[in-house]
Structure formats: C-alpha cells, structure tokens
C-alpha cells in the first residue's frame, strides 16, 4: 500500500531487531493502526481495529522462541514487525505489519523475507501464513515470494454448555503428572504428522495462565486433546470466547465427541462459546460441526511457501491455529 507522505528509504530502517516484552505497547500501536488502514482500503472506513490483549503479545513473543523480530527508523520507532512460530517442523508468520506510512516502500517485503530465512534456519519443512481472503493485493504479494493459496480456514463457533460437564484439564494435573501427559500429547501429535510439536504451546499456556487443554482418553489411552485460551485477545475486553489453539485426534469422527468438552470447559471458564478455527480440507469435522448448530464466523486463507507445503495426516485430525 502507498500513502502520502516524505520519500522513505529502506537504508533508513534497521533490523530485524529481537522483539522484546518492553515493546509490546508500541507494537500494538503499529498492529492497530496498519490493520485498521488494511480495513480502510477494503471498503470497511468505520472500523478500528483494537490494541490486542499485553498477555497475548507476550505470548506471541515467547512462543517465537527468538523468531519475533521487528525493525526501526532513525528515530528509534518501530516501522514493522514480524513474530515468526515453529512446532517441531511446523513454521508459519503472524502476526506481522507495516506502519502505513512505510507501505508500499518494500518494508513488507523484507520482513517476509526475514521470516522465512528464520523459519528456513530453524529446519521448519512447513512455512505459511493466512490473510484476508477478500484482501486480492495481499494474495498477489504473498504469491510473489513463492507462496500459494490453499484452503480457507473457517472460524465456526459452538455455544457454551448450559450444565457442569466434565473435562480432564492438563492444568489440574500435578507437576509430574503434567509433564508426562505432555509428553504423550507429543508422541500423538508427531504420530499423526511426524515432526510436529505443540509442547511449548501447551506448557507457555498454562505457565502464563492463559487457559489449558482438555484431555480425551478411551480405555485409559490419550487419544487426543485441545489447547485453548480462554483470556480475552482484546485489550479492555471480558472473557467471550474460549478459542482452540491447537486440535489433535486419533480420528476425525471423534470432533463429535470432543466438542461437548470443549463447550464444558467454556462453562468452566467463564465464556459464553468456543471457536474452533477448522480448515476447509476437513470435510466431515466441518459438516460434524454444522450439525452441532456451529455457526460460521469468518474466514482466512491459508498459504503456504512453494516447497515447503502442509501435510494433512492419513488418519485423524490436526488443526493449527497460525493466528494468536
């Protein structure tokens, strides 16, 4: 995007720079106010887009583990940003932004950039994204550094139970307890797709009280379980919605039987629904969940660097949320 405004030169910006906890108000500046000119351009002028919850950017950055990076002009303020994920094998960018009045001028390009040689550097074999699929000059850019679209991933919501369900919590497990059933959260997930790991995930969510993952077993057997966050992702904001992170089951027919748990722990922790962020190559979990009275809230698309595609498993379900 190019706006009015001096000529900007890239020699007058440095990075990319560790981004650090110090900077998460101005990064929610940057974030706001690029966002809210994205919406401007798409027709959408009244909207602002709020300034995200500081927990949430905290754990944006420490889940990164060093791969949230920014960049700065001669004045020492944040120009752009880009907060570049990895599980296992697993890679993928976001969120990232450019303040307006540096669009158009390259800096997109760099911090894209940037995020690949990290993720290219830390052995993730799967590197993407998702934007806005109504966004076109989005799509185009993307494609232009060697990423193609794939399916949408569709924000679909439940509401929550209306009685006390059960659900077995990590966070309600003793410390040693804990890590053990991380452990085999691991082995699950890395059999279905080799190579994944959400263990940081799971563990940085409770270390930093953001919400937990609700165990499935069958005859004493984990076969599967649900990260979620259940703390508000707007700054300011109550607790609305209890949103799955990460979705891992032995069979995809067992959505079925995991999203009343999902609903309960909704009661439990004070939401009124959950949303589950389902992609759109997972045909009979989305029909499950249409069945279910799940109600259709939005909709990303997901892309993926040329040569460095996402698999999707022969057998159960693997969702992965790159959104925080």
């Known amino acids: 995007m190019t706006t009015g405004g001096p000529w900007r030169s890239l020699r007058n910006i440095t990075g990319p720079l560790p981004a650090r906890l110090t900077d998460i108000d101005a990064l929610n500046r940057v974030f706001s106010d690029a966002f809210t000119e994205r919406y401007r351009r798409d027709g959408m002028v009244?909207?602002?887009v709020p300034f995200l919850n500081p927990a949430i950017w905290r754990?944006?950055?420490e889940d990164a583990d060093g791969g949230a990076m920014l960049w700065r002009d001669e004045r020492d303020e944040i120009v752009a940003f880009n907060v570049a994920h990895r599980s296992g094998i697993e890679g993928w960018m976001g969120p990232l932004a450019v303040r307006p009045e540096w669009q158009g001028r390259g800096v997109g390009k760099v911090i894209v950039q940037a995020g690949i040689d990290r993720l290219r550097e830390t052995q993730a074999e799967v590197i993407g994204l998702e934007t806005m699929p109504?966004?076109?000059d989005n799509i185009g850019f993307y494609s232009r550094l060697g990423f193609s679209p794939g399916p949408l991933t569709i924000t679909l919501t439940l509401e929550a139970s209306t009685q006390?369900?059960?659900v077995?919590?990590?966070?309600?497990l003793s410390p040693r307890d804990r890590s053990s059933v991380v452990d085999e959260c691991r082995r699950l997930t890395d059999r279905l797709l080799p190579g994944y790991d959400f263990s940081r995930e799971l563990l940085l969510t409770l270390e930093l009280g953001l919400g937990d993952v609700a165990?499935?077993?069958e005859r004493g057997a984990l076969t599967g379980f649900a990260l979620f966050h259940a703390a508000p992702l707007v700054e300011g904001r109550s607790r609305e919605e209890l949103r799955v992170l990460k979705l891992v089951l032995t069979r995809e027919d067992d959505l079925a039987a995991i999203a009343p748990m999902l609903a309960?722990?909704?009661r439990q922790m004070g939401t009124r629904r959950v949303a589950l962020r389902l992609q759109g190559t997972y045909r009979r979990a989305y029909r499950a969940l249409v069945a279910m009275g799940a109600r259709v809230r939005w909709t990303d698309l997901r892309m993926t660097m040329d040569g460095a595609?996402?698999?999707r498993p022969d057998e159960g379900l693997v969702l992965s949320n790159w959104e925080i």
């Open 215 to 217: 165990l499935r077993y």
């Open 134 to 136: 109504r966004t076109m």
């Open 164 to 166: 006390d369900v059960p």
């Open 309 to 311: 595609p996402e698999p």
């Open 264 to 266: 309960g722990a909704a």
């Open 59 to 61: 754990y944006a950055i």
């Open 46 to 48: 009244g909207v602002r």
């Open 168 to 172: 077995p919590l990590l966070g309600a």
